[in-house]
Structures are given as C-alpha cells and as structure tokens.
C-alpha cells in the first residue's frame, strides 16, 4: 500500500513518465564489488553526460560487507583504505531504524559507502564498463563516508562534477572537474555541510555562472532549493532561496534540484524531487526566468513521476524516484533516475508537456 500522498488522494495514480521496457537498466548484480569482502548493495542516483558520441552514466555505488545475522557492518574511509565497523544489532546504543543512516553512541554513519562508477552506451539503455576509466573514490577527510549523487555540467569543453561529500563533518558539496574522464582536477568542497543537490547551469547569464543547490536548516528554515552565483564555477555567493517544501503536499519535507537546468524557449526548466513527510520521493519540475534565474516563473503542482512500478515501490529503500541526470533530444527528455534507492532506470518525458502542466506563480 502507497502511504502518504498517494494514500491521500486516494486514486490511482498515473504521471507523465515513460518508462523504459527494460528497467531497471542497471541492478547491483551488474556490477562488480571494488574489492573481495564487500557487496554492492544499491546501484542508484546516476549522473548522465555526452561524450565520445556515446550516453555516460556515473553511478552511485553503495557498498557494504556481505551482512552476517546479529551484526551490522559497514565501512567507511581511512586514510584512503577500508576500514570497517561492526556493532551487535542488540547494542542499547544503536538507532538503526533507516536502512540509509544509523546512529551509535551518538554518532551517525551511513549503512553504506558509495563510490561513483562510470558505464557508457550507444543505444542510451544497455550500458557497459568501458575500460581505461577510472573509478572515483571519495578523497581526504571530507569524502570518508563516501561520495554521491554526482551531477555533471559541461560548460565550454569542461565537466563540473558536483557531488555529495559526505564525512564525519557533515553532509556539503565537492567538486572534481575533467575533461577527458581520466585525469581529474580536484576542487575541493565547494559548499560546506549541510549541503547537497548541487545543480551547475551550463551556460553563463551575463557572465555568471549559476547552480541550484539545497541547503539545509535545522531550526528556522528547512530543506530548500537555493540558486548561488559564480565568476568561476568554483567559488559561490549571492545566495537566493527559490523553492520551498510545500505543506500536506508530495513535496512537503524536502526538495533538491535534479541535474542541470534544461534552456527552453519559455525559461529555464529543472526537474527536482521532493519528499514527503513518509519518506516517499517524487519529481516535479519549475521554471526560471531565462534571463534572471532568481525569478520562479511556474511551478507543478502535481508531481511528474511519483514511484509507481515495482520496481520503485520496494529496495534498499523502497517509494523513491530520484534523478540527478538526464538527456536532452529536442523535445524528448531522458531521464536516468534512481529506483527505491537500489536500481537504475530510465524513463522519457515530452519537454513541451511538463511545460503545459506547469502553474503560473
Ligand atoms: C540521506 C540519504 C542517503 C545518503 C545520506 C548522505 O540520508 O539521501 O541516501 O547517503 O543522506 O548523503
């Protein structure tokens, strides 16, 4: 049974994503584990780019020991090698109630470390690891509890990597640039915790560059969709807040941008998720003046994609859709998204129909 919204309205649902007959496109079975000992237990949230006239996806890869019954295991980064955790399920001091996150003693810590994992296609749905290219593993001690749900913005003949540094520190944004997939220039972390979602637009306005990013805001505030400046790409101010969770609503408890902002005749359109008080994940969509990003022209109401297949309603983490990549095709929009935190899919949208279902604000 659907909770939350779908329960609400009480209706069938149905939205405006086609999905891909073959979904999910990747599963942790497809892949290989980074090393003897651990299992990928999610394949999820994939950044997507052109090169090389092939598809690319950089995939979030969640790994874990192989669990053994009474134990919870996890690893995590230290000094650039695997170290792993083990707790006694029964110990008093374990809050293990999310399958993504736990606390013990008072610190929390992820179930898994991700890395991020490039495959690539000709087709844009049976994908491959090429080889020659490396892995990218979380570096230094921003990025020990792994990286992931990496955007990718080509602007000028350069990728912008901007992806979610996660540590003991807190949750912020990293940024690797690369223009060839091999070599990489490391940047650092880019908006310190707490911070993720991080959105580059791929064209300067003026002679800005431009990101959605999602702070967060424990006590006044929340989880909102923020637009940041650049004279570099790298270094970000004049921060806006633009998006806001919207209450009783799919996208009542957080929202984040998905990946680049896609250049229509009507505005800068993004598509972005939004979480209810349930945990479930949807994508919805806004536009942003062309001009003058800071200016949100309209908005969904509805969502466009809510997790409806099966394959999104039950995983690591089941009812979630979450994009952070896409392709552009003229009208056609292809979406490579996240499915109950564990798979990765594909689905298709008309651009020209988001728009018509946007509301005026
Ligand atoms: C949330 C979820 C997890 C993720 C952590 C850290 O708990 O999005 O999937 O690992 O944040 O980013």
């Known amino acids: 049974m659907f909770k939350g919204y779908l329960q609400l309205t ?11 007959p073959q979904n999910p496109i990747l599963s942790p079975k497809n892949l ?21 006239h092939k598809t690319w ?33 029964n110990d008093p001091d374990l809050i293990a109630t999310d399958s993504r996150v736990i606390t013990y003693k008072n610190a929390d ?4 470390l991700s890395h991020l994992r490039l495959v690539c296609s000709d087709d844009g749905s049976h994908f491959y690891e090429p080889e020659g290219y490396p892995i990218l593993y979380g570096e230094g001690e921003n990025e020990t509890y792994g990286i992931e749900d990496c955007r990718v913005a080509l602007i000028d003949g350069l990728y912008y990597l901007t992806y979610t540094a996660v540590s003991e520190h807190g949750v912020g944004v990293g940024m690797r640039t690369t223009k060839d997939w091999k070599n990489f220039e490391k940047k650092g972390m880019i908006m310190p915790p707490h911070n993720k979602d991080c959105a ?3 064209e300067k306005i003026g002679d800005k560059f431009y ?7 424990v006590a006044l505030g ?28 799919w996208d009542s408890k957080r929202v984040g941008a998905g990946a680049a902002p896609i250049k229509t005749e009507q505005g800068w359109l993004e598509i972005y998720h939004g979480a209810n008080d349930e945990n479930q994940y949807y994508l919805g969509a806004f536009l942003m003046d062309l001009n003058d990003p800071s200016k949100v022209i309209a908005q969904s109401h ?60």
Request: proline content about 5%.
């Open 200 to 202: 580059i637009f791929e």
């Open 109 to 112: 810590y992820l179930t898994t």
């Open 222 to 249: 929340g989880n909102y969709i923020w637009l940041a400046e650049s004279p570099d790409g790298v270094h970000w101010g004049e921060h806006r807040c633009l998006i806001k969770t919207r209450k009783n609503n």
């Open 57 to 89: 996806l950089l995939i979030r890869t969640a790994e874990r020991p192989v669990q053994i019954e009474g134990i919870l295991s996890f690893p995590i980064l230290k000094n650039g090698a695997i170290e792993i955790i083990k707790i006694e399920t």
């Open 302 to 361: 509805d969502p466009i994609m809510a997790p409806l297949a099966a394959y999104e309603r039950h995983g690591f983490f089941g009812e979630v859709v979450f994009t952070n990549g896409h392709i552009v095709k003229g009208d056609e929009l292809i979406v490579y998204y996240g499915a109950a935190d564990e798979f990765v899919c594909g689905a298709r949208f008309s651009i020209k129909q988001i728009l018509n279902i946007l509301n005026k604000q």
């Open 32 to 52: 290989k584990p980074s090393q003897e000992g651990l299992e990928i237990a999610c394949l999820l949230n994939p950044g997507a780019f052109v090169f090389d």
């Open 10 to 20: 009480n209706i069938i649902m149905i939205d405006l994503a086609i999905r891909f």
């Open 211 to 217: 990101a959605l990013h999602r702070p967060s805001s």
